[in-house]
């Protein structure tokens, strides 16, 4: 499952696994057994090994002191900002958000070149999470927080648009959800609603999931006389079509 998720272009800004095969969906589907998928390393995991036999890295025995393992990579690029990280080890939990690879590696430089910068100054680079799934992130003063504290949180909304159809009537058009969000949970969640709160979703006609190999894509259509802005705050505040991320950025460094 390591494995299958490193090859997910939905959990992963960038994959280091080109895999083969089914590799699970953002539907929530899963993988396929072992036996009916290959793998191999993405050409940007290279990138994380790159000059790895030429004594760059230190090295340690492993748990039985049968071999010798790396104690970290020689990292080409920042994978820890790009990929970000989620995890709970000994009494500390992590969350860190995935970032936009090209960003990432200016910020880099700019680093490098001015140990001093400050982190406005680095938000002119790196200017926010970039998530896989796309999404519109509402953040101000709680990003800069984040970025200058460890901790913060942040809004993703879906990416919505309305779209008038040949009948007259109003299409709510979703193309990118929030990170992490189940497509098929969320639009059935909707479906539910619709059935509870007739008297705000009654106006809702169908629900569909309409994505294919170009994209995402969910339609949610309404009658012609129906206020469609209502809709959309009922369901940002009762769905994960806006959801929050609690960034929390703990990682070892220098072995601490």
Not at 77 to 95: E, K, Q, R
Not at 211 to 218: E, H, I, L
């Amino acid at each position: 499952n390591a494995l299958v998720r490193l090859a997910q272009t939905f959990n992963m800004k960038e994959v280091l696994i080109d895999g083969h095969g089914n590799f699970g969906s953002v539907d929530g589907d899963g993988a396929a057994a072992m036996r009916y998928t290959e793998a191999k390393l993405a050409p940007l995991a290279l990138e994380l090994l790159r000059d790895i036999e030429k004594n760059t890295v230190k090295w340690s025995y492993n748990y039985d002191d049968s071999r010798k393992e790396p104690d970290m990579l020689p990292g080409r690029f920042p994978n820890l900002l790009v990929n970000g990280a989620s995890g709970i080890a000994v009494g500390l939990a992590t969350n860190i958000p995935t970032h936009n690879l090209a960003e990432c590696i200016d910020g880099s430089v700019a680093v490098i070149e001015n140990p001093d910068i400050t982190t406005s100054e680095l938000m002119q680079i790196i200017k926010g999470p970039d998530f896989p799934t796309g999404g519109i992130i509402h953040a101000g003063e709680e990003l800069k927080q984040a970025y200058e504290t460890g901790k913060g949180k942040i809004t993703i909304r879906a990416k919505v648009s309305i779209e008038p159809d040949k009948n007259e009537k109003q299409n709510i058009v979703i193309t990118e959800f929030p990170y992490q969000v189940n497509k098929s949970v969320l639009l059935q969640k909707i479906v539910e609603l619709k059935d509870k709160y007739k008297e705000i979703l009654g106006g809702v006609t169908d629900i569909r999931d309409e994505s294919d190999r170009t994209g995402t894509r969910a339609v949610i259509t309404c009658k012609k006389d129906v206020d469609v802005q209502k809709v959309l705050n009922f369901l940002y505040k009762y769905t994960d079509l806006q959801t929050t991320f609690g960034i929390n950025m703990v990682a070892i460094a220098n072995g601490k």
